[in-house]
Structure formats: C-alpha cells, structure tokens
RNA sequence: GGGCGUGUGGCUGAGCAGCAAAGGCAUCAGACUGUAAAUCUGACGGGUUCUACCCUUCGCAGGUGCAAGUCCUGCCGCGCCCA
C-alpha cells in the first residue's frame, strides 16, 4: 500500500482537529481493517512546529489531544540553528514509507505549501548544502550585482529568476558556484504515493475570526509571552525570533521593548511597539499570511501535474461527511 | 473674544505655483528549485481605441496667475496658547 492522505488548509482553518477526528474514525473504522490497515499515524507539514520549544505560536498539537495517534516531524530541530524544506523532504518520505511498511495510514497535514509540495510532488531539490559563509559573503552585493554575476555563470537560470529577490540570487549562485555547473532544471520525481490531497475552505471572513479567537487564546495567562521569553533565555536572539514571523516575531519586538526601556539608554535600529501593536500587528500579519498559503495552494500541482497524475489535484472541501466519503473512496478503490 | 496653527486619496503622511499628487499602512493580485509564518513582485481616483489619451480630485466658496493642493479673501471644521 503506498496511499497517502494530505490535509491542507490556510493558517487556523482547524487542520490539527480534522486531523484527528479522522484518524480516530479510520483507525476504529472495521472495513479498513478488513482491508489490512492496522492504524493510522500523522505526519506534521509545519515549518514552526517542527522546532523544538515552539509550541502554543505555532499552534502544535499537545500530547493529550493526539488522543493516542503517533505523530511525525514535530520537535525535531532546534530552533537555534536553521532547518530547511530539504532536509524535512528527506525526513518526510522516510518516515512515510515507513509508516506504509507497517501497514498504516500515513496523513501528512500541515499548511507549509513548499513542504507538502517537496513530498506530494516529489521536486528534486540540488543537492547543495546552504553555504553561510559563502551566502555571507553575497549578501553585500547588490541585487544588480547578483544578478550580473549568476546572468554570467548560468545565462538560462538568470533568465527565469526574480531578479530582485537576493535569497533566489543567492541560493542560484550557491549551486552554480559548488557545483562548477548550472542550476539543474526543476524535475518531480514521478509518483511514489497514490495521494488524496484534501483542503479545508474556509471564507477569508470566517477565517478571520478563526484567527482573533486563536490569538486572544494563546496570550491568555501570559501563556505566548511567556513561550517567547523562554526561548529567548535559551539563547535564541531577538533577530532570530522574528524570522520566524508572525507570533515570534512581534511577541520579540514587544518583548524587546521592555527589556530597551529598563537599560536607561534605548538601542536604536530594533523595532519596537506595545502590547495592542503587537496584537493588532499578529492578527492583520496572520490574515495575509493565510492569504499567502492560498496563492499557494492555488497553484499546486501545478496543472502539468493535475494532467499527468491526475490524482494530485486539491479536493477543497467544507463538511466533515463530505470529507469522510472522499476519503472512504480513497481508500476502499 | 484674541493669537498661532491645521484641513490632501480607505487610513497615515509628504507636497517646490506646472502631478493623478512622495512614502508608509490597509486592500487586491502574483512569484517561489535547501531560510517558505521566510524572501520577493505588480496594481491601487475613474474611464477608454491602455507603453497613449480623456475626465474628476487635495474642507467649502470666490479671487490673482498662461498655470493653484501649492498665493490672496471669506466661510466652515479641528488643534494649541492667551482671555
């Protein structure tokens, strides 16, 4: 059985409580175990979650609520240091396969587009580990200068990129600069998994009182506040708390401020607002990024991949009997 | 009542007599090959024959100028100071 379940969905669409309904409804279910399947096991999609230490901003489930369901990739790299899609790539489909080889069901839920698109779709990402010092050393250019240098070493790549984007600039240039060679055209590794891909919709309205109910929950008893203090106590430097966004971030420009207004001098340069700022900044700053994950999710599979796979596309839905049917097809087909 | 100041597009906020009017925010749309809650882009008064043209805008009403958001007068609203 290679079959694959994806739960995606914007930011506070409620893909961790779907989740486990439907894990639960499976795992009871008696026609799927006549079809051999002993369980079911959820594999997290979440580019926050997946940090150690980040917990009620990055909304990840707590032990209670898995309600005995094993859950995957969440907690697994430190916070300190940078992770990224290809190393969750690498750990997604092991810990997939694996699942599969035991006879579960593996669903793979989160609202980390590019990771649920790294497995789903299969890219191959170049094999070129991030280069800091090299990266450092770039980041002086300009994007001009970036530019004319990668339009030099890799005349087709520089052709399609976002010239104005450093981060894409400088990771092309990474490549062709460890390589010796140009960046390789972007290839999907053909189907491993029959996948059902099933998006919650939600109405921007709805999604938007999702968010203010969530947010106001989370800074109840100091409780975000607190989670952000802890991290920074670990060591974790403001600037690298809002890299984060979001929560982390503006929870740090708070927090920053405080600590700025106790020294008698202020550091300049650190943004810096009150507690309302920070609230109003999350819940506007949360709105665009669900919007973002829609573009998104909009947009993937691509449509080449609809045509060939077929399988791939998102089956947006909104009731929970409708989702248990496509599922039950899914499986029982 | 007197003095000073102020009134600009959904908000904020620039504005030199030649601007459909900087910037920021919001809004809308989009990109995305190892940071993806990141990073980046476009549109944003209205209309069309849309790399160009037309119309309507800067509290209200007049005036001076070839030309006014920009100068002058009056009125209205707001702010601070004196009374």
């Keep these: 059985m290679n079959k694959l379940i994806v739960i995606l969905g914007p930011t506070a669409s409620g893909k961790t409580n779907l989740s486990i309904k439907l894990a639960l409804s499976i795992a009871e279910g008696q026609r799927f175990k006549k079809l051999g399947i002993k369980g079911v096991e959820i594999i997290s999609a979440d580019s926050r979650q997946i940090y150690k230490g980040m917990d009620i901003g990055s909304g990840k489930i707590t032990k209670k609520e898995m309600r005995g369901i094993p859950h995957h990739l969440l907690n697994v790299a430190n916070p300190k240091r940078k992770f990224t899609v290809a190393q969750y790539q690498k750990l997604a489909l092991k810990v997939i396969k694996d699942i599969q ?34 990266r450092k050393k770039l980041e002086k250019l300009s994007n001009e200068e970036l530019f004319e240098k ?9 052709e399609l990129i976002d010239r104005q984007n450093p981060r894409r600039l400088i990771r092309a240039l990474e490549i062709v600069l460890t390589t010796k060679k140009p960046v390789p055209e972007l290839q999907r590794q053909t189907s491993q998994f029959s996948v059902l891909q099933i998006g919650i919709a939600k109405s921007p309205i709805e999604l938007k009182k999702l968010i203010r109910k969530r947010l106001l929950n989370r800074l ?27 929560e982390y ?14 020294g008698s001098s202020t550091k300049s340069g650190q943004n810096k607002i009150t507690y309302q700022q920070m609230i109003d900044k999350i819940q506007i700053e949360s709105e665009h990024f669900a919007k973002h994950q829609m573009t998104w999710f909009r947009r993937h599979p691509a449509p080449e991949q609809v045509r060939c796979g077929g399988s791939k596309k998102i089956n947006w839905l909104n009731n929970y009997k409708k989702i248990t049917q496509t599922i039950d097809n899914f499986i029982l087909k």
């Excluded at 990668?150 to 520089?158: N, V």
């Excluded at 109840?220 to 979001?246: D, P, T």
């Excluded at 971030?249 to 106790?262: D, E, G, H, K, T």
């Design 150 to 158: 990668l339009k030099k070493l890799d005349p087709k790549r520089a």
């Design 220 to 246: 109840r008893n100091q409780a975000m506040i607190n989670e952000v203090k802890k991290l920074h106590i670990a060591g974790l430097s403001w600037k690298r708390l809002e890299e984060f966004g979001l």
């Design 101 to 134: 080889k035991r006879n579960k069901l593996p669903i793979l839920v989160g609202g980390t587009g590019f990771y649920i698109q790294s497995v789903v779709d299969g890219i191959i990402i170049p094999e070129v580990k991030p280069d800091w010092k090299l």
């Design 249 to 262: 971030r503006f929870v740090a420009q708070y927090l920053s401020r405080l600590q700025n207004n106790r």
